[in-house]
């Protein structure tokens, strides 16, 4: 990594990073079931204490956070790591998106389920310049099998909720290009990186079915035991995708040439975000280390709506 610096440890499994106008980091303890503030200065703020498995945040139109939750999980250590695990029913409450007032820490649910079919654990999100709100399921793993992922969007001003792709293997990193026109979502355990087309908000426009009935097109795909977690694109689009085992970010271009792979030191690496002058200052989850760190970036990140515009 370039110049890079912990900003703060002792966090228990972060996530979500979402980096404030004032230099504040805001993400997700997903362990802690709490969403906390971090402070340049490494200080802590718990926001508020989110039961289940708080695990993607996003500063919406309204000023509030947004969080994918993923309704809980077990824990259990793993070559000296304590990772998540199968859940047992009394620790998972069912997935959803909630809402969280800034200042009083007050949290709303707004869906728990697409139709009839409940969230099973959303993982990722992004706003649209609409105000909508493109966000994955990853589903839950159990000891004998797990459930299959999607990717849906929420109309803005929370008035429903719509599917944009179910059958992912399963879904993780959402994000979208420049232009908008493109929603691109990870899947973890293949290391693929989809792309998909948007019409309308909210609208997947079907491609050409590859094999069996996907909607959108696989641009990259790592080779070896990686898989993939959450992203964020660059201004010039490039997708930034986590990367777990081989720990760091890969830098992916639109045409799915993998640009570099940036290590960190940690193969829990889990989300990243920007922010800093000209968005040239990457802040990056090591969940395996329980660290936020934020390094120099070659590039700018793409401002989000909302948050850095």
Known sequence: MSNPRVIATGLEFPEGPVVMPDGSVILVEIRAQRLTRVFPDGRKEVIAQIPGGPNGAALGPDGKIYVCNNGGFSWAPSRGIIMPGAPSASEYIGGSIQRVDIQSGKIETLFDKVGDHPLKGPNDL?????????????????????????????????????????????????????DEKTVYVAETPTARLWAFKVGEPGEIVPTDVIYRGERGRPIAGLGGYQMFDSLAVEASGNVCVATLINGGISVIAPDGKLIEHVPTGDNVTTNIAFGGPELKTAYITLSGKGELVMMDWPRGGLPLNFLNR
Not at 131 to 158: H, N, S
């Open 126 to 178: 992004v706003f649209d310049r609409q105000g909508g709100l493109w966000f994955t399921d990853l589903g839950k793993r159990r000891a004998r099998d797990m459930d299959v992922g999607a990717f849906y969007y929420m109309k803005p001003g929370a008035s429903g909720v719509v599917e944009g792709h179910f059958g992912m293997l399963p879904a993780n990193g959402i994000g979208l290009s420049p």
